[in-house]
């Protein structure tokens, strides 16, 4: 797969991004394996931006690993410096399960009950709100009322 062409300003958006992460893919001594190159995809599928870690003191080894990485992951070389690689590939779209039948869950409210007596602080108690009920301004918990709908809206269905 060819790997992603990106201007200079959008590679230099992409390093300062990367500067404050940690590496989460480590190269060990046995290179460039399989399980590497699928743990760089699996990370590159989570995060999108990812610093990998080379443990080699060759540095011709190190630049055809990051341009491998690359072309077969079918990402965009940030920046190689030192014993670190950056790469970046936009994240993939995650589809949301819709469910039809969900109903609103229950909300918790914190209500301040005030005392009778003066210089008595409030108390603070926790009101729990079911899907069908709402809260007052008074900070009582009264069941929704129906959407009203007018007789001539009722006739004509």
């Given at each position: ?96 399960t819709v469910d039809e039948n969900r109903m609103a869950g229950p909300r918790d409210f914190k209500v301040l009950k005030y005392s009778k007596?003066?210089g008595q602080r409030p108390e603070v108690k926790t009101l729990r709100v079911l899907g069908n009920q709402r809260l007052t301004a008074g ?19």
């Amino acid at each position: 797969m060819p790997q992603i062409q990106l201007t200079p300003a959008q590679r230099k958006e992409h390093r300062a991004e990367a500067h404050h992460l940690d590496p989460v893919v480590m190269v060990g001594g046995d290179g460039l394996t399989a399980a590497v190159k699928k743990e760089a995809d699996a990370a590159l599928n989570a995060h999108g931006l990812i610093k990998v870690r080379v443990f080699s003191d060759d540095r011709t080894a190190r630049e055809a690993m990051f341009l491998t990485l690359a072309d077969e992951l079918n990402a965009a070389p940030i920046q190689h410096i030192g014993k670190l690689l950056v790469l970046w590939r936009p994240v993939p779209a995650r589809e949301k399960t819709v469910d039809e039948n969900r109903m609103a869950g229950p909300r918790d409210f914190k209500v301040l009950k005030y005392s009778k007596q003066s210089g008595q602080r409030p108390e603070v108690k926790t009101l729990r709100v079911l899907g069908n009920q709402r809260l007052t301004a008074g900070g009582q918990v009264k069941r929704a009322k129906p959407k009203m709908v007018s007789i001539k809206k009722r006739s004509q269905t």
